[in-house]
């Protein structure tokens, strides 16, 4: 296996509570826009990343948000301050509103065990789509264990981006910590390939009968 890439840039996670009522369930490419427009230097930096919102969900797809809803960016710590410009703002998402409130900025946190609501490789084929995402976690020199789930498509600029879930277990604690800051695949600013840690692996064998299951070493 090649040697572990160099360093990447310390990055943390910024959390604003979150005012609203409810957004549609498929608002990822909306949100990138609204973002943009408030923060020009988002779509400039090519390193942040855009957390799924997370919240209750309603009949027809629809989210609704809550007093645990936040907008969560992962960025280098460095644009801490500038994105802070966020509070107190009012963000359009193709006519429905969200209001970033205060925020807190959050360390990553080194866990054996990480998931990714959706990964996108550019692959729509199971098989096709893990042996992508191995040779990314290769690149990285990551060793682990794989578990993919389930099969989700999102909206993006150019249509419609499939990927599937995944848990990564098993990690050391640098292996971690280079999966959160680098993510896996592409459209991190849509919420695809941005890792969180998890408790336990019930939550992908929930989303699929038959979760293939492998070991990169």
Do not use: K
């Amino acid at each position: 296996m090649a040697s572990p890439p160099g360093a990447l840039r310390p990055v943390v996670d910024l959390a604003f509570e979150l005012g609203g009522g409810s957004v549609a369930g498929d608002h990822a490419a909306a949100l990138w826009r609204a973002l943009e427009r408030a923060l020009p230097w988002l779509g400039e930096d090519g390193e942040t990343a855009v957390h799924p919102i997370r919240a209750a969900r309603l009949t027809g797809g629809r989210l609704a948000l809550n007093r645990r809803s936040r907008l969560m960016l992962r960025l280098p710590q460095g644009r801490v301050t500038a994105a802070l410009a966020l509070s107190g703002t009012r963000l359009d998402l193709d006519g429905e509103a969200i209001e970033p409130g205060r925020a807190l900025a959050r360390t990553l946190i080194a866990h054996p065990t990480l998931y990714a609501q959706r990964v996108v490789t550019g692959d729509e084929d199971e098989i096709a789509f893990m042996a992508s995402a191995e040779r990314e976690l290769a690149a990285l020199a990551v060793r682990g264990d794989f578990i993919c789930g389930r099969r989700s498509a999102v909206r993006g600029p150019a249509g419609e981006l499939v990927g599937f879930s995944v848990m990564l277990t098993g990690l050391r604690q640098e292996d971690s910590l280079r999966v959160q800051t680098a993510g896996l695949g592409r459209h991190r600013t849509l919420g695809c390939g941005v890792f969180v840690p998890h408790r336990a692996t019930a939550a992908v064998g929930s989303d699929a009968a038959d979760d293939a299951h492998r070991a990169f070493r």
